[in-house]
């Protein structure tokens, strides 16, 4: 009886010691996350949207075009240029009173440098308010120098010298004299090779017959034209 009881006992143990681990690994979960590459991130697979774009932005070409007349960018030196301008002169002592007289002036000019030029005028003037009616055409040159020659808007400086025709109306009578001209003025570049010239100030000293000097202030306005390689 005894032997009986001592082998149902060390049978019980032998029993559960064989079944102890086996039903710790059944009970245990598995807790180790599973790999998938539907598990990456969405940021991986998302796709960068368009940015929108900002209101507006489609017409403001067409605004840079249309005020393009004012942008002040750097522009090429012209080699040269041809202007013509309306021509406005107040003249003092002519016929011996002051008179005005009304016109147009032609002005083919070259650059040597940037900033030094030749220039030329001829300038044809007219007197009717008066009488005896007068005439006057002046042929001058000289130097002429140009300050900022990169920019849309081009001051200049200039003086010249030459001689001047004086046609009496009432006779038909010609008088050649000398002339000296000095003046200031700008350029203003509207599109490339096209532009306004603006001659705000000019003296105009003529020598008469008499060794006196007829004096004469003038403005012009106009179109001009410039000339690149």
Request: neutral net charge; glycine residues 10%; without cysteine.
């Amino acid at each position: 009886m005894h032997k009986f009881l001592l082998s149902l006992v060390i049978a019980s143990s032998t029993a559960m010691y064989a079944q102890g681990p086996a039903d710790t690994n059944a009970t245990t979960p598995d807790t180790t996350p599973e790999l998938s590459s539907t598990s990456a991130p969405a940021v991986a697979t998302a796709t960068v949207a368009e940015a929108p774009q900002p209101a507006g932005q489609g017409s403001g070409e067409s605004r840079r075009k249309y005020f393009s007349v004012f942008d002040l960018r750097r522009e090429r030196a012209p080699i040269g240029s041809f202007a013509a301008t309306f021509t406005y002169a107040d003249t003092f002592g002519l016929a011996g009173q002051n008179r005005s007289l009304m016109g147009w002036t032609a002005t083919p000019e070259i650059n040597f440098t940037k900033y030094l030029g030749l220039q030329a005028d001829f300038t044809s003037l007219y007197a009717r308010g008066i009488y005896p009616g007068q005439n006057r055409f002046l042929i001058a040159a000289g130097p002429r120098v140009t300050f900022a020659p990169h920019s849309k808007i081009t001051p200049f400086v200039f003086g010249e010298g030459g001689e001047i025709r004086l046609t009496t109306k009432a006779n038909n009578s010609r008088d050649w004299n000398p002339v000296a001209k000095a003046g200031i003025g700008l350029d203003y570049k509207l599109a490339h090779g096209f532009g306004f010239e603006l001659i705000p100030g000019e003296y105009i000293g003529q020598r008469q017959d008499d060794d006196t000097w007829l004096n004469s202030y003038s403005a012009r306005a106009g179109i001009v034209f410039n000339f690149y390689r």
